[in-house]
């Protein structure tokens, strides 16, 4: 099965209006791609991204949605508004939102639900802790948190990305081995074989500190599909790169 690779980048709470321009500006002129690509950037400029990308071959996306379809929730963002401005993809439980934001992994599964609900592509974001991985809890702690949303999602899991996110490798300049990187993706493929019988098209993506030198050992392993890259997409350059080496 060959899976069309995916690079997406993950801005984070960075950015400014004009600088948002220059770097997608940067980035089209750099593509087209082979690999499929996306950028998520923070709410308040994906209006301004989304015209940026106007015709150009790099999708957007969102970094969070309510679990909620609309009413009371002061400060949260609908699915069905994101969707209506032509957004594709949301990430739903990032680290750092399972972390600073007390995600539990139901609430992520709901955040997927009504994503897809809403015809976006959830990519969820899965990963061990540095503790975690060194009392041997890996395999455990990310089947837990993939498996909250194959429940919740019955055969519509099949219609998620999946990203596996070490949390010690997040921002912190040291990556997973290309190996440790492939020994859970295989884990996750298998998982998610048992619960769908598309599991063999699904996108399971690798983050945490990619970068244009590293990224085409992580590409190359089997069962990696692309990458969710956070510090490296704000420079056009190193994003571009990186999206080179998945093509
Ligand atoms: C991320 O934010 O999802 C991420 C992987 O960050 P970084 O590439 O900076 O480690």
């Known amino acids: 099965?060959?899976?069309?690779k995916l690079v997406v980048g993950n801005w984070k709470m960075n950015g400014a209006r004009v600088a948002n321009?220059?770097?997608?500006?940067?980035?089209?002129?750099?593509?087209?791609?082979?690999?499929e690509t996306a950028v998520c950037a923070p709410f308040p400029y994906l209006a301004d991204v989304a015209l940026s990308l106007q015709g150009a071959e790099i999708a957007w996306g969102?970094?969070?949605?309510?679990?909620?379809?609309?009413?009371?929730?002061?400060g949260e963002v609908g699915a069905a508004m994101l969707a209506e401005f032509g957004c594709r993809y949301v990430i739903v439980g990032h680290s750092e939102r399972r972390a600073y934001h007390a995600e539990s992994d139901q609430l992520v599964a709901d955040k997927a639900?009504?994503?897809?609900?809403?015809?976006?592509t959830p990519i969820v974001c899965v990963g061990e802790t540095l503790a975690e991985r060194e009392t041997g809890q890996t395999d455990a702690v990310v089947k837990r948190q993939l498996s909250a949303v194959i429940?919740?999602?019955?055969?519509?899991?099949?219609?998620v990305v999946v990203a596996y996110e070490p949390v010690w490798a997040i921002g912190t300049g040291r990556t997973a081995t290309p190996e440790q990187a492939q020994a859970v993706h295989a884990l996750l493929?298998?998982?998610?074989?048992?619960?769908?019988?598309?599991?063999?098209?699904?996108?399971?993506l690798y983050g945490g500190s990619v970068k244009a030198d590293n990224a085409v050992a992580l590409f190359?392993?089997?069962?990696?599909?692309?990458?969710l890259i956070g510090g490296a997409s704000l420079k056009a350059g190193e994003f571009a790169a990186i999206c080179r080496a998945a093509g």
């Open 151 to 159: 429940h919740t999602l019955a055969h519509c899991i099949s219609q």
């Open 220 to 227: 190359a392993q089997a069962d990696i599909d692309g990458g």
């Open 62 to 74: 969102a970094q969070d949605c309510s679990a909620h379809e609309s009413g009371a929730y002061t």
């Open 113 to 120: 639900k009504t994503a897809l609900a809403h015809r976006l």
């Open 1 to 4: 099965m060959t899976r069309r």
């Open 21 to 35: 321009v220059e770097l997608l500006d940067a980035l089209k002129q750099a593509g087209p791609f082979v690999a």
């Open 189 to 204: 493929r298998a998982q998610l074989k048992a619960a769908s019988e598309k599991a063999g098209e699904m996108k399971i």
